[in-house]
T-cell receptor
Framework: DTEVTQTPKHLVMGMTNKKSLKCEQH?????MYWYKQKAKKPPELMFV???????INESVPSRFSPECPNSSLLNLHLHALQPEDSALYLC??????????????FGPGTRLTVL | GESVGLHLPTLSVQEGDNSIINCAYS??????FIWYKQESGKGPQFIID?????DKRQGQRVTVLLNKTVKHLSLQIAATQPGDSAVYFC??????????????FGTGTRLTIIP
């Protein structure tokens, strides 16, 4: 298995809803990432988990709450989002091989719309 | 601060011709660069990478050139095909404020192959 999967593919939620995005990989990668991508813009890093521990939080608002239950799964819990949070949310993973750069593999993304 | 930018936001190329996509970067300490291809509705897909100790790297129909003197990166695609139509991002591997590795993406170039 050489892919990153994300569910759901599309999500529409109201500003008072609580929802979760899920990401899974079975490549044995020990780093996992959440990115946010607005239309016609590049992906912007939100969070990085290394060995299931949060290693980077790019000053993301607390209404986004990441969770890494194990080395294969990454969740993004959403609560009280704003319409401007509507975007494509991408998950990625990479090995943590020391001594060389590590390629990131991206999932197809979850298209989120906040009403 | 560091930034990764592209010279042209859109590029149209006749099918069968070669295309060149350019990227400028500002962080002279960056030691690893990647080109990603993103098709509509999909996540970014790795194309080719290059380390800063190299000037050129070739893949299948693609070549990446790195000019560290002027901090310029380019992606050459030979004999373009309709399937090459996508947005292409260059990305630079740098360090977050916490010292962890992170990817910073350029603004992207939309390549359209004209049949």
């Amino acid at each position: 298995d050489t892919e990153v999967t994300q569910t759901p593919k599309h999500l529409v939620m109201g500003m008072t809803n609580k929802k979760s995005l899920k990401c899974e990989q079975h490549m044995g990668h020990r780093a996992m990432y959440w990115y946010k991508q607005k239309a016609k813009k590049p992906p912007e890093l939100m969070f990085v988990y290394s060995y299931e521990k949060l290693s980077i939080n790019e000053s993301v608002p607390s209404r986004f709450s990441p969770e890494c239950p194990n080395s294969s799964l990454l969740n993004l819990h959403l609560h009280a989002l704003q319409p401007e949070d509507s975007a494509l949310y991408l998950c990625a993973s990479s090995p943590l091989t020391s001594g060389r750069p590590n390629e990131q593999f991206f999932g197809p993304g979850t298209r989120l719309t906040v009403l | 601060g560091e930034s990764v930018g592209l010279h042209l936001p859109t590029l149209s190329v006749q099918e069968g011709d070669n295309s060149i996509i350019n990227c400028a970067y500002s962080n002279s300490a960056s030691d690893y660069f990647i080109w990603y291809k993103q098709e509509s509705g999909k996540g970014p897909q790795f194309i080719i990478d290059i380390r800063s100790n190299m000037d050129k790297r070739q893949g299948q129909r693609v070549t990446v050139l790195l000019n560290k003197t002027v901090k310029h990166l380019s992606l050459q695609i030979a004999a373009t095909q309709p399937g090459d139509s996508a947005v292409y991002f260059c990305a630079e591997k740098g360090r977050s404020n916490f010292g962890n590795e992170k990817l910073t993406f350029g603004t992207g170039t939309r390549l359209t192959i004209i049949p």
